[in-house]
Nanobody, 120 residues
Framework: QVQLVESGGGLVQPGGSLRLSCAAA????????MGWNRQAPGKQRELVAA???????KYADSVKGRFTISRDNAKNTVYLQMNSLKPEDTAVYYC??????????????WGQGTQVTVSS
């Protein structure tokens, strides 16, 4: 089993920045990729970004050029640096972990979620 604990959400003005962190504990050896998806009210859950143990990354088109995902394997932690935030980025962000080689919208494990609100 894998436990994921997120931190770093909050309220930010449009154009601002936030950094999310996700620490993994438990059966870390079973994880290939970690990342984030998000869900806004009335919308489907969307994969935001993911990174494999080898460092390959995947981003949603809507965040490319604004968000950067990184991974510290020694700390079993993934970070999501979010810049140039827009009101449409407002959502609950969930950290996910995938065991297999294919990253889909929802992982095999996920955290409790952290709220990100972009508003003036």
């Amino acid at each position: 089993q894998v436990q994921l604990v997120e931190s770093g959400g909050g309220l930010v003005q449009p154009g601002g920045s936030l950094r999310l962190s996700c620490a993994a504990a438990g059966s870390i050896f079973s994880i290939n990729a970690m990342g984030w998806n998000r869900q806004a009210p009335g919308k489907q859950r969307e994969l935001v970004a993911a990174i494999t143990r080898a460092g390959s990354t995947k981003y949603a088109d809507s965040v490319k050029g604004r968000f950067t995902i990184s991974r510290d394997n020694a700390k079993n932690t993934v970070y999501l640096q979010m810049n140039s935030l827009k009101p449409e980025d407002t959502a609950v962000y969930y950290c996910n972990a995938w065991r297999g080689p294919v990253v889909v919208t929802t992982g095999d494990y996920w955290g409790q979620g952290t709220q990100v609100t972009v508003s003036s």
